[in-house]
Nanobody, 115 residues
């Protein structure tokens, strides 16, 4: 099992930046995949970015060139740096971890992009 604690959401103007962090309760090297999903009102949850151990990173087409995902093994944290934010990035962002065939979720953090 793993517990995930997210931080860093908030309100930002279009074109601004935010950094989301997700702290895991165990070594991230023991986690097969770790990343971020988001869900906007009335829409399905969608993949934003993920790091897959041994396979690298995957980014959604809608965020390529603007978002970067990274991990810090010293703090067992995965970070999502979000630049050039757009109103359509507004959503609840969820941290996700996969260990074998089991998925774990954080509680979610709201990101609102609005002027």
């Amino acid at each position: 099992q793993v517990q995930l604690v997210e931080s860093g959401g908030g309100l930002v103007q279009p074109g601004g930046s935010l950094r989301l962090s997700c702290a895991a309760s165990r070594s991230i090297f023991s986690i097969d995949a770790m990343g971020w999903y988001r869900q906007a009102p009335g829409k399905q949850r969608e993949l934003v970015a993920v790091i897959r151990s041994g396979y690298g990173t995957v980014l959604a087409d809608s965020v390529k060139g603007r978002f970067t995902i990274s991990r810090d093994s010293a703090t067992n944290t995965v970070n999502l740096q979000m630049n050039s934010l757009k109103p359509e990035d507004t959503a609840v962002y969820y941290c996700n971890a996969v260990i074998a065939t089991t998925a774990y979720w954080g509680q979610g953090t709201q990101v609102t992009v609005s002027s």
